[in-house]
């Protein structure tokens, strides 16, 4: 089922400020002035300024005898748009193939064929919450059925995610202010006279009246909210992206008919690619139906790539996920993220063929929403940091570890806590006991002294862990460690932990 994401960023205008000029300090209260004529009012205020009692609307002279400190900057409605785009156009690589701008302050993007690349709907918005503010971005994220209904949480609640579960719209809306159905805002003025402050009370009042006296855009957007008629997102569209696209007069439906359109499709865009010296690393295929309404597909590569044969199959693996309805009426492939990628020579007749590329094998878990990676050194000496992961396709890292101890070929992502019979200091256990389940030790070698990084983290100054090789009566070997030097309690709380399995 398709799933609509609404992105609201309440501080576009504040947020854009503070990326232009890094130097203002964080504490600095904001506040974006508009003008027409003689009159100036505030038309965004960040954190700081609301918290200082600024407000959207109030005018400027007031904002500014309310608090002595606050920097005023002119709006530039253009400069937010801009920068609105901006972010919808990265947002369209990196989330959906269908996304948006919800002018003047969000985005909204359709879920569907992209969200289990995610990790699913919860662990999707939160990373998206977490890239936006690493790039220094307040955002407030809803997902539910509708456009409209995101849209209104996204805005009206506080939360920085909100997911509104599959069939529960109506639940989710009722208490929601009438300022969150996208109303005109003479309109929602006219409805709180009225004496409506609710979704749930417009929704329930008879239809007729308010038609006949606000017109039909008061049940339009009742109507879309709550799925009754469609509403679809006509994905962001730049010069520079490159996009072919086949109508048809009649419409077409059977599997394999669409399989032999898009592998048409693959064949012009891998010449758009060619001509243009590119690869392809992210492409969509958009199908749009005669009832009006969208499903996207979304493939990846790990490395760029133009071979027609590859980029067919990624999609002829998937389309059979595609629902036609009554019949689709226009396919699109659209290349949203690409690279440089320049010829090379295939692999003579005549030789033995060499080729050990396992790139197609990394594309195919990847896109089936595996996450695919490698694990590469990290110069460290603490274990869990001596690591880090990178991509399945990137290149070898040369770097090694210089540790002349044995390291097990499991390391527990988490060091476990263990029970442990042993003489201190330096002495391995005699037992231990790990998850219920008691391990009498046979041999064990050690310790290895391992310091914290003192000169990373304060908190390590004095810390050390000591570890140990043990092996018990069946033969399994494991890596112990006790925290801290099991003298001085300022070295750690001498408990002890597993933290590596041997083969």
């Not at 990624?314 to 993220?337: C, H, N, Q, W, Y």
């Amino acid at each position: 089922m398709s799933r609509v994401v609404s992105i609201y960023l309440p501080d576009l205008a504040t947020d854009r400020i503070r990326r232009a000029e890094p130097s203002i300090p964080a504490e600095q209260p904001i506040a974006m002035i508009a003008r027409s004529g003689s009159k100036r009012w505030v038309s965004a205020a960040d954190a700081a300024a609301r918290s200082a009692g600024v407000r959207v609307g109030m005018p400027a002279a007031k904002a500014q005898a309310l608090f002595g400190g606050l920097m005023m900057i002119d709006a530039d409605p253009v400069a937010d748009a801009t920068a609105l785009e901006r972010i919808t156009l990265w947002a369209l690589t990196q989330y959906s193939p269908v996304v948006a701008m919800d002018a003047p302050d969000g985005i909204v993007m359709d879920t569907e064929g992209a969200d289990h690349l995610q990790g699913g709907e919860a662990r999707m918005l939160s990373g998206i919450a977490n890239r936006f503010r690493a790039k220094g971005l307040t955002a407030r994220i809803a997902i539910a059925d509708t456009w409209g209904a995101a849209h209104a949480c996204a805005r009206a609640i506080t939360r920085e995610t909100v997911i509104v579960p599959i069939g529960q719209t109506a639940k989710a809306v009722e208490k929601l202010p009438i300022s969150a159905l996208r109303l005109p805002e003479k309109t929602a003025g006219d409805l709180r006279t009225l004496g409506f402050r609710s979704i749930g009370e417009l929704s329930a009042t008879p239809r007729a009246p308010l038609t006949l006296r606000f017109g039909p855009e008061v049940g339009r957007r009742l109507d879309q909210m709550f799925g009754r008629i469609a509403e679809p997102i006509d994905p962001v569209r730049t010069p520079e992206l490159i996009e072919v696209s086949r109508s048809f007069a009649e419409p077409i439906g059977a599997a394999e008919t669409i399989n032999k359109y898009v592998g048409r499709l693959v064949v012009q865009l891998v010449a758009e690619l060619q001509r243009k010296g590119l690869g392809v690393r992210r492409i969509d295929l958009i199908v749009e139906k005669v009832d009006g309404t969208r499903q996207a597909i979304r493939a990846g590569t790990a490395k760029p790539a133009r071979d027609v044969a590859w980029l067919s199959k990624l999609f002829r693996d998937r389309t059979e996920k595609i629902e036609p309805g009554f019949g689709i009426e226009k396919l699109s492939l659209v290349a949203v993220m690409t690279e440089p990628l320049e010829e090379t020579q295939r692999v003579s007749s005549l030789v033995e063929d060499g080729n050990d590329d396992i790139t197609p094998l990394i594309d195919l878990f990847g896109n089936r929403g595996q996450r695919v990676y490698r694990v590469a050194p990290v110069a460290s000496d603490v274990p869990e940091r001596s690591v880090r992961k990178i991509a399945a396709s990137a290149d070898d890292i040369e770097d090694g570890w210089t540790h002349h101890w044995p390291r097990p070929v499991r390391l527990l992502a988490h060091p476990d806590r263990i029970e442990a019979i042993a003489l201190l200091p330096d002495h391995p256990p005699a037992s231990i006991t790990w998850r219920g389940k008691r391990h009498r030790v046979r041999r064990a070698d050690g310790p290895e002294r391992v310091f914290g990084e003192w000169w990373k983290r304060d908190s390590e100054l004095e810390a050390v862990r000591d570890y140990f090789v043990v092996e018990d009566d069946s033969g399994q070997r494991f890596w112990i460690f006790r925290s801290g030097d099991g003298v001085d309690p300022e070295t750690g709380s001498h408990r002890w932990f597993l933290h590596g399995i041997f083969a």
